[in-house]
């Protein structure tokens, strides 16, 4: 880039507070933004601040929670720029990297951000850090802001911290940073809240249905529909079919979406049709989807939650916080008036929660764990945590890096070290390493995929992984199903790269599958007792 950005030609509501957000961060290493959601806080502000004198050349790192919002970001502010995205601004997120030596804004997401720390806890070149959309509370955010806080209390105090949120207490989180807050008011136009009955007894996906073909008939402009899951969304989808016209595109838009699926829920319909976007909490925060001024929002969400007790994992349906459905509704009044229907009653939204649960309450702290250790941190409390982790969760989590040989006296072993460098959960990488060592490098690679991505076969055919393990290697060598396969296939040759082998398509027999299923589920070993009753 020959000139600097010119915040004026992009007339967000952002740009009123960019003096202030400058003046600050000449004089303070850390500060926060609130603005809502359309402000332009995740697109014009690092564009605004990358030519700051205190930066020095240096890049600005900014934080995304999902992987979608952090490409759609990069390549918008690319857009901005005139440039290609992977030029000035560029981004970096699991398996894709897309910068260059030219790039001075980077938006990663998910562990990257904690691996950069932990690789180099110093961040040389590096002069910012932006952590966006962080009332999500996301499970990595809060731990790369406490590596971020010591880092910069003990090794860097140039740099500079930007904590951004639309819904957050900003004020308790400067209390607790000692940072000043600066607010954007934004521009949103109004929205219309329509409240409807509580019809819990129907399925969220036909609800939904029904409720948006009365909606269409009654409304004009494109849509934006907030289901908790993909079972939901498709059942949705496949009613909606059957009953409209060609006139309509019906988009999803969900995580493990191709790129290209995805792009056309955000963009316009190219032949004009009128779109309805069916998207799960992905489109609560940083995308601009064109053309949306209706919202209907189910009020549910799936979360993950961790049980201690049987160290399992699993996805809940839930209801939605005030603070989501607030969030949701503003989608719909981001480009002109817009209105939100939400699908439960007064009564209910009454008794709804103030705010999310952070993840970090909730969530199987088992890496979390693997990353303290790693980063040398033996008391857990020690670390600057908005929210503390719960005691009984972070005991669990040291209980089985334990187990797993990663730890010895709440201290990372030379093994555990080897385990962390794989950037996996410590279950897979242990999978992964033990698999190496008995010469099935190969199929620890494919299994760990397996385990890591969702189901191929959407449960179908039991739980058998053998029978994964065989439809994954066709897809492989004759590109049987391959489109079912393949982020599962692209994982499986990352974790080739990163422990020096070669695919291996050879059949495989269950019992070395089950044995090395037991390494990375070592307390999940059962004795059958019979009559299909099993003995942990």
């Known amino acids: 880039m020959t000139k600097p950005f010119d915040a004026r030609k992009f007339p967000y509501p952002i740009t009123e507070v960019i003096p202030a957000v400058r003046e600050k961060l000449h004089t303070d290493n850390t500060l926060i933004i609130s603005a809502p959601p359309g402000a332009g806080k995740s697109t014009v502000l690092p564009l605004a601040l990358m030519d700051e004198d205190w930066l020095e050349g240096q890049r600005i790192i900014m934080l995304e929670p999902r992987r979608l919002a952090a490409r759609s970001v990069a390549m918008r502010m690319s857009d901005m720029l005139e440039e290609k995205c992977g030029a000035s601004v560029g981004y970096t997120i699991r398996f894709e990297n897309k910068t260059s030596s030219q790039t001075r804004v980077q938006v990663v997401t998910e562990g990257i951000l904690t691996r950069m720390l932990q690789s180099d806890n110093s961040l040389e070149g590096v002069g910012m850090i932006i952590f966006d959309e962080f009332h999500e509370r996301n499970l990595f955010a809060d731990t790369a802001l406490a ?63 029904r409720n948006l073909m ?27 079919k059957t009953r409209l016209d060609e006139d309509y595109a019906i988009t999803p838009l969900y995580g493990m979406l191709d790129q290209r699926t995805q792009q056309a829920a955000l963009s316009r319909n190219p032949q004009g049709k009128r779109k309805i976007v069916l998207a799960t909490s992905i489109a609560e925060t940083s ?68 705010h999310r649960k952070p993840e970090i309450e909730e969530a199987d702290l088992t890496s979390l764990a693997l990353e303290l250790a790693n980063w040398g941190c033996e008391d857990v409390m020690s670390m600057t945590w ?82 994964r393990l065989d439809r994954l290697r066709r897809a492989r060598t004759h590109g049987i199903d391959k489109r079912n396969y393949d982020r599962i296939l692209k994982s499986a040759s990352s974790y080739c790269s990163l422990l020096g082998i070669g695919a291996d398509n050879e059949p495989v027999g269950g019992d070395v599958v089950g044995l090395l299923l037991a390494q990375a589920f070592p307390e999940r070993i059962a004795r059958n007792m019979g009559n299909g009753v099993f003995r942990l």
């Open 214 to 240: 009365r909606i269409i008939s009654e409304e004009k402009g494109d849509v934006l529909a907030f289901l908790p899951g993909e079972r939901d969304i498709r059942i949705c989808e496949e009613l909606l």
């Open 386 to 467: 908005l929210t503390l982790p719960p005691k009984k969760n972070i005991l669990s989590a040291y209980s089985l890096l334990r187990e797993l040989d990663a730890i010895e006296d709440n201290r990372i072993t030379p093994y555990g070290r080897k385990m962390h460098t794989l950037g996996a959960h410590p279950r897979i990488a242990h999978l992964l390493l033990r698999a190496l060592e008995l010469g099935r490098g190969a199929l620890g690679a494919d299994l760990a995929a397996l385990l890591e991505e969702r189901d191929p076969m959407n449960g179908l055919e039991g739980a058998d992984v053998s029978l």
């Open 287 to 354: 995308l601009t989807i064109d053309g949306v001024r209706i919202v209907v929002d189910s009020g549910w969400s799936r979360r993950m939650r961790y049980n201690p007790s049987t160290g399992l994992s699993g996805l809940e349906t839930v209801r939605v916080s005030k603070d989501i459905a607030d969030q949701r509704a503003g989608r719909a009044g981001r480009v002109e008036a817009g209105i939100c229907y939400r699908l439960w009653n007064k009564a209910i939204q009454e008794r709804l929660e103030e």
């Open 147 to 209: 590596f971020c806080r010591e880092a910069q209390q003990i090794l860097r105090p140039d740099l500079r911290i930007v904590i951004m949120s639309a819904t957050l207490d900003t004020e308790g989180l400067g209390e607790l940073l000692g940072a000043d807050v600066v607010e954007s008011q934004g521009k949103m136009y109004p929205v219309d809240l329509r409240y409807g009955e509580d019809r819990s007894d129907t399925p969220i996906g036909e609800n939904m249905a």
